[in-house]
T-cell receptor
C-alpha cells in the first residue's frame, strides 16, 4: 500500500507556464487537501475536497484550481505560474473531512522563475 | 482571522523533557492536533485532543485547555531522532472544520 503519492518530486518552472501537480491516494479516503508550506508560515490550505465530485476553497486559493473526478485523484493546477507560488506543496487525505487525522504525501518542491 | 502561535525554535539535550506551547486567538475550535515533520519529510500525525486535559501516547503527551486558549506538546526522554519541527493545528468553529496550522516549532536535540 503506497498511501499518498505526489508527482513530480520537484519542478522548476518558468513564470506564466501552466503546471499540474498530481496526487493519488489508495486508502479510499473521502477527503483530500492541498497545502503549501513556506518557511515560518506553517501549512496553509489551498483547496480541499469533501468527497469525489466536490471541492472547496481554503485559506489561499487564488491562482490555483483543483478537480476531484474520482476518489483517488486530486490534481492541483497552476494556470499561469508566478514566482510567489514557489513553495513546497503537500497533498493530504483523511477518512472524512474535519477532525480526522490527515495523512500527507511526500510533497512537491516547486520553483517558479 | 484565526491564528495559532508557537515558539519558532526550542533546544534541549538528549534525555531531557521539553514542552512546546501553542496559544490561539479564536473564539473556539473543535480540538487541537499535533504533527511532526522531519527536515525534507512530510508532516505526520502525533496526537489529537478533542477534550480538555492530557492525552498520553508513549513518550509524547498533549494537553488542551479551551478556557485558557492554550495547549502544549510534552516530549519526554528526548532522543536525537526527535529533532524535527512540530506543528499544532486546530479546527476553528467558524472555518468549516478546516485545519489551521501554527507556524511550527523547530526542536533541536543536542547530545
Amino acid at each position: 500500500i503506497a498511501g499518498i503519492t505526489q508527482a513530480p518530486t520537484s519542478q522548476i518552472l518558468a513564470a506564466g507556464r501552466r503546471m499540474t501537480l498530481r496526487c493519488t491516494q489508495d486508502m479510499r479516503h473521502n477527503a483530500m487537501y492541498w497545502y503549501r508550506q513556506d518557511l515560518g508560515l506553517g501549512l496553509r490550505l489551498i483547496h480541499y475536497s469533501n468527497t469525489a465530485g466536490t471541492t472547496g476553497k481554503g485559506e489561499v486559493p487564488d491562482g490555483y484550481s483543483v478537480s476531484r473526478a474520482n476518489t483517488d485523484d486530486f490534481p492541483l493546477t497552476l494556470a499561469s505560474a508566478v514566482p510567489s507560488q514557489t513553495s513546497v506543496y503537500f497533498c493530504a487525505s483523511s477518512v472524512d473531512f474535519g477532525t480526522d487525522t490527515q495523512y500527507f504525501g511526500p510533497g512537491t518542491r516547486l520553483t517558479v522563475l | 482571522g484565526q491564528s495559532l502561535e508557537q515558539p519558532s525554535e526550542v533546544t534541549a539535550v538528549e534525555g531531557a523533557i521539553v514542552q512546546i506551547n501553542c496559544t490561539y486567538q479564536t473564539s473556539g475550535f473543535y480540538g487541537l492536533s499535533w504533527y511532526q515533520q522531519h527536515d525534507g519529510g512530510a508532516p505526520t500525525f502525533l496526537s489529537y485532543n478533542a477534550l480538555d486535559g492530557l492525552e498520553e501516547t508513549g513518550r509524547f503527551s498533549s494537553f488542551l485547555s479551551r478556557s485558557d486558549s492554550y495547549g502544549y506538546l510534552l516530549l519526554q526522554e528526548l532522543q536525537m531522532k526527535d529533532s524535527a519541527s512540530y506543528f499544532c493545528a486546530g479546527e476553528p468553529y467558524n472555518a468549516g472544520n478546516m485545519l489551521t496550522f501554527g507556524g511550527g516549532t523547530r526542536l533541536m536535540v543536542k547530545p
